[in-house]
C-alpha cells in the first residue's frame, strides 16, 4: 500500500528525477506531480514518463499534495516556499534536498502555513551530471540522507520521511542544521571547491597545453575534473549559503596546506611520511564503512568499454 497519494517534484534534475523513479519502482505514492519552470524540461520529463502530471506552476503543483519536494538550487529555496505557501494543504510534509542546511530553513520557514509540516533533508547522493535524462533508479541505495527537523517538529511527520527515504534505499540520520553544514563543508563543499579551483589552475597555465592536458591525465586530475564538472549553478548557491562553515574549513585547509609547503620546502620527509600514512587511514574507513570499495579502475573501465 501506498504511504502517500501524491507527491509532488518541484525541480526534476539530477536529484528530482532520481526522486520519481525510485517512487514509481518502489510503489511510494499513488501519483507523482512534475513540475519545472522549463517547459523544454518539462516535456523531457514527460518523455521519459517521470511523472503522472506535468506542470510549469508550482502553485497548481502542490495542490493536495500529501507530500512535496523542492529539488531546486538552495538560493531560490524561499521563492519556491512563498510561491507555493497559499496551497499547502494541512497536514502535508513539505521538504528539500538541498546540501545546505541553515540557508534553506531561514529561506523557506516565514512562508510554511500552519499546519504544513516542514522537515529539512539531504540526500548525500549524485553523480556530475544534470538535468532529467541524469537520474536513475538506485541512486539513494546504500547512502544518507541527513533530516534537519525543528525541536517542536511533530513526530509522526518525521517518521514517515524517515520511512519515505528508507523505501528509496537510504540509510537516514538527524543532526542540527548547523552541525550539518559544518560537516557537509568540509566531506562535499571543501573537496567540489578544490577542485574547481585545480581544474581552473590547470587550465591556466601557460606552459602546457592544454591538450596535453586532456593527453596526460592521471587518475588524480581525472577524478578532479569530474567534481569540476558539477552543475555551476548550484555549486555557486551552496558556496553563497554556506559561507560561514566553508569559509572556516578553507582556513584550515590553507593552514594544513602551508604546512605542507614548508616540509616539502625543507625536505621534511618524516612530515610528508606521518600525513600521507594518517591519511591511508581515513581512505581505508571510508571503504570499511560501505561508502566506497577498495578497487580502483582508474579510468580504465571507459577505455575497455570501447575495445
Not at 517547459?39 to 506552476?57: C, K, N, Q
Not at 502542490?62 to 516556499?81: E, H, L, T, Y
Not at 556530475?128 to 534537519?148: H, N, Q, V
Request: aromatic share 6%; charged share 25%; glycine share 8%.
Amino acid at each position: 500500500m501506498s504511504e502517500f497519494e501524491r507527491i509532488t517534484l518541484i525541480g526534476i534534475g539530477l536529484i528530482g528525477s532520481s526522486i520519481a523513479r525510485d517512487i514509481r519502482a518502489k510503489g511510494v505514492a499513488r501519483e507523482i506531480v512534475v513540475c519545472t519552470r522549463s517547459p523544454e524540461t518539462l516535456r523531457r520529463a514527460e518523455e521519459l514518463g517521470l511523472g503522472d502530471r506535468y506542470t510549469t506552476s508550482a502553485e497548481d503543483a502542490v495542490r493536495g499534495a500529501d507530500m512535496v519536494i523542492a529539488s531546486v538550487p538552495v538560493g531560490a529555496s524561499g521563492a519556491v516556499a512563498e510561491q507555493i505557501a497559499p496551497n499547502l494543504k494541512k497536514g502535508a510534509i513539505l521538504t528539500d534536498v538541498g546540501s545546505t542546511k541553515a540557508s534553506v530553513i531561514s529561506q523557506m520557514t516565514p512562508f510554511v502555513p500552519e499546519g504544513v509540516h516542514f522537515i529539512p533533508g539531504h540526500p548525500i547522493a549524485g553523480t556530475e551530471k544534470s538535468g532529467p535524462d541524469a537520474g536513475f533508479a538506485g541512486l539513494f541505495k546504500g547512502r544518507w540522507c541527513i533530516l534537519t527537523p525543528s525541536e517542536d517538529a511533530d513526530p509522526d511527520a518525521v517518521a514517515r520521511l524517515t520511512r519515505f527515504w528508507q523505501a528509496l534505499g537510504s540509510r537516514v540520520d538527524t543532526m542540527a542544521p548547523d552541525h550539518h553544514d559544518r560537516v557537509l563543508a568540509i566531506v562535499s563543499h571543501l573537496p567540489h571547491i578544490i577542485a574547481y579551483n585545480i581544474v581552473g589552475t590547470a587550465d591556466d597555465l601557460e606552459t602546457v597545453t592544454q591538450s596535453e592536458v586532456i593527453q596526460y591525465s592521471a587518475s588524480g586530475f581525472r577524478d578532479f575534473t569530474r567534481l569540476a564538472a558539477s552543475d555551476p549553478t548550484m555549486w555557486r548557491d551552496v558556496c553563497l549559503h554556506n559561507r560561514d562553515a566553508i569559509l572556516e574549513m578553507l582556513a584550515r585547509f590553507s593552514e594544513d596546506l602551508a604546512y605542507l609547503q614548508r616540509a616539502i620546502r625543507w625536505g621534511e620527509g618524516d612530515k610528508l611520511f606521518e600525513l600521507f600514512s594518517r591519511t591511508r587511514d581515513i581512505r581505508r574507513s571510508i571503504v570499511e564503512a560501505g561508502q566506497d570499495v577498495e578497487a580502483a579502475d582508474f579510468g580504465r573501465h571507459a577505455l575497455d568499454d570501447k575495445s
